[in-house]
Structure formats: C-alpha cells, structure tokens
C-alpha cells in the first residue's frame, strides 16, 4: 500500500464509519486477488494499483452495510465474551 492508499482508507473510514471501514480494509485484498490472479498469469505483470479494489469494497460495503455490520458485531461480541471469561 502506498501513501495514497491510506488517505483514500482513511476517507472511506470517515465516511463509512469504522465498522465498514474495518469490513473495507478486509474485503479489499479478496477482490484484489480475484482480478490479480488472472492478469499475473496473462500479461505477466507484478504491480497491480490497489485503490480500485479498496473503492470496489467499499462499494460493496455500502450496498450490504448490514450484513457487514453483524459480522464485526458478532465478532466484537465474541472477543468480549473470551476476555469476560479470562
């Protein structure tokens, strides 16, 4: 990730809140795999821009903002419930 990478994650966290946000910077690297891969094999390049990918999740994110907010809910409820039973 380059400089500009984390001024455009930082907008999106801003704009999203921290929970897309999250939802975001983990998705990303997914779609980014799924058009690298194929490129890497057919035109055998190595740089691959990330910011595409990181606004293609965030698109994603908003569309089914829901369903990614359960997942870092429940998550977040789980870490919870490991650190109440230590």
């Given at each position: 990730m380059?400089?500009?990478?984390v001024k455009?994650?930082?907008?999106i966290g801003g704009f999203l809140g921290w929970?897309?946000?999250v939802a975001t910077?983990?998705?990303?690297?997914?779609?980014g795999?799924?058009?690298g891969i194929p490129k890497l094999f057919l035109?055998?390049?190595h740089?691959?821009?990330?910011?595409?990918?990181?606004?293609?999740?965030a698109f994603i994110c908003i569309l089914s903002k829901g369903v990614?907010?359960?997942?870092?809910?429940?998550?977040?409820?789980?870490f919870a419930y490991l650190l109440n039973a230590l």
């Open positions: 380059g400089f500009g990478d455009l994650m930082g907008v929970k897309l946000g910077f983990f998705l990303a690297p997914f779609l795999l799924l058009f035109k055998k390049e740089v691959i821009p990330y910011g595409p990918f990181l606004s293609l999740a990614f907010i359960n997942i870092i809910d429940s998550y977040i409820n789980a």
